[in-house]
Nanobody, 122 residues
Framework: QVQLVESGGGLVQFGGSLRLSCAAS????????MGWYRQAPGKQREWVAR????????NYADFAKGRFTISRDNAKNTWYLQMNDLKPEDTAVYYC???????????????WGQGTQVTVSS
């Protein structure tokens, strides 16, 4: 069964940087769109960024533009979120997600990781 596992979260000071990773495992599959979401305490989950299959198209939420960069390594079934110039309002649990196709059945599914905590201090 396909699983997504995030890593790279932690505590960082205002203006610092973190790189989050998400690795997919558990079967033979192809990963199409990959993305990141986040959820701060008391707030709804919000979209952060997405990248298409070939890595040629990226999209970002307004708060992420100019500070965050999404990328992917298809050979490793892994994608990343590089976060620079972090602010206290970036504090949240960050979740990776992806549209994944099982090659044996050609079935498509949408998968989520369990989340990784990012805390930005002032």
């Amino acid at each position: 069964q396909v699983q997504l596992v995030e890593s790279g979260g932690g505590l960082v000071q205002f203006g610092g940087s973190l790189r989050l990773s998400c690795a997919a495992s558990g079967g033979i599959f192809s990963i199409y769109d990959m993305g990141w979401y986040r959820q701060a305490p008391g707030k709804q989950r919000e979209w952060v960024a997405r990248i298409n299959n070939a890595g040629r198209i990226t999209n970002y939420a307004d708060f992420a533009k100019g500070r965050f960069t999404i990328s992917r390594d298809n050979a490793k079934n892994t994608w990343y979120l590089q976060m620079n110039d972090l602010k206290p309002e970036d504090t949240a649990v960050y979740y990776c997600n992806a549209e994944i196709q099982a090659l044996a059945t050609m079935a498509l599914g949408h998968y989520w990781g369990q989340g990784t905590q990012v805390t930005v201090s002032s």
